[in-house]
């Protein structure tokens, strides 16, 4: 699969890796419910009026990452059940990630996750076993449910989501082989919010965490000045500001940039944070100044939420020029709030995207997944 648009263009070379982006974790099958109209009551029924499946988990960023162009190698366990092997297609054949890394299990069955949007939020109720791990007599290398030191293969990039209170062994093992590694965290149950628990940082790039992690993390009560104490950690911080947007500072130059959230109609926010560092990602990888990256990253995230699935929302490019050809057409003013014209803060784009666009029809979260093909 030929992508529409190479953001790396300008800057590959004959050398460099086969692989522009690696990334590990588990593959849910998401259910998503959207269009409640409140939270689910205890001892009631409600009805969603929609409904869509897609995969979930790591795939939310790994097809975000091949959707933008970039060269995806994804290691992750499937279930040989038929939600592994939907998942399997839909990121294999579907979005043409390398699975190589990956590997089926046989006897086990898939995580699930079921999403429900509602108010511009959601609620997530998980279901799943830890992947056993390789039997005797497995392909020396395979993917055994953790990534050992030697699984990375070289890339321009990895994305690792830090555990609190554990390190991994690859990330430094990457980070030595040139990759530049890029982080989120998931949120701590143990309410400690330790900084030593983010001690992998010290390989990382870029860390990436909502305002409440961060806030957390370093102990401050303003999100901004969390994100100036993490660079004391990683180079690059970048918080998130759900609505108002996000704000990251670049510690070894001590440039800053926010950019507030482009006004949508949200229909699922699932999976809306990977298309975010997705966005980013890109950006990084291709060079671009750190207020256009954070821009960049904004605006995919925005475009996600209009779609149904965490994974499958994440916009094309066609759908990226599509929106940029709305706002140079009516330049509103309100789409970028305190920002002036979208049509300044975007113009990055005008040398960017295509000039005319060909048809992509991207994969969308389907109601169910037991159709048979004729």
């Keep these: 699969m030929r992508p529409v648009l190479d953001p790396l263009a300008a800057v590959r070379r004959p050398d460099d890796p086969a692989c522009d982006v690696y990334l590990t974790g ?22 969603a009026r929609g409904m869509g499946s897609s995969p979930g988990g790591v795939a939310n960023m790994a097809t975000a990452l091949a ?10 366990a499937f279930g040989d059940d038929m939600y592994g092997d939907y998942c399997r297609d839909a990121l294999d054949r579907g979005e043409g990630i390398d699975l190589s890394l990956s590997r089926t299990v046989p006897g086990w069955h898939s995580p699930v996750t079921v999403s429900m949007a509602y108010e511009g939020e959601r609620t997530m109720v998980s279901h ?14 395979a993917f055994d449910g953790e990534p050992a030191p030697e699984c990375p293969p070289p890339a321009r990039a990895c994305v690792a989501s830090l555990v609190p209170g554990s390190r991994e062994e690859w990330i430094a093992h990457a980070a030595r082989r040139g990759s530049r590694i890029f982080a989120d965290v998931g949120w701590d149950d143990t309410g400690r919010w ?3 628990d983010l001690a992998d940082l010290e390989h990382c790039e870029a860390f990436l965490p909502n305002a409440v992690e961060a806030m957390r993390y370093t102990r401050t ?4 000045a969390a994100a100036r104490a993490l660079t004391e950690k990683v180079p690059v911080a970048v918080v998130t500001l759900g609505a108002e947007g996000a704000y990251a500072v670049d510690g070894r130059t001590g440039e800053s940039a926010e950019v507030p959230a482009i006004a949508v109609e949200a229909l ?44 499958l929302s994440a916009p094309g490019w066609v759908e990226i020029a599509a929106w ?16 002036g014209s979208a049509l300044r803060r975007y113009a990055f784009l005008d040398g960017l995207l295509p000039s005319a666009p060909r048809p992509w029809p991207l994969r969308r979260a389907v109601p169910t997944i037991g159709f048979r093909q004729s």
């Design 128 to 141: 799943g076993h830890e992947a056993p791990p390789t039997r005797a007599g497995a392909a020396e290398g």
């Design 194 to 196: 330790d900084p030593a």
């Design 67 to 76: 959707r933008l162009g970039l060269r995806t190698s994804l290691a992750a």
């Design 324 to 339: 940029w050809q709305h706002v140079r057409a009516f330049d509103d003013q309100s789409l970028v709030a305190g920002q």
């Design 268 to 311: 699922d926010p699932t999976g809306a944070g990977d298309v975010f560092v997705a966005g980013f990602i890109t950006g990084t990888l291709a060079g671009w100044p750190l207020a256009d990256r954070l821009a960049f990253a904004g605006l995919t995230a925005a475009l996600s939420v209009q779609e149904f699935g965490g994974s």
């Design 221 to 224: 009560d303003c999100p901004r």
């Design 26 to 47: 588990p593959v849910f099958l998401d259910i998503v419910f959207t269009g409640l109209d409140s939270a689910p009551v205890r001892g009631t029924e409600s009805w």
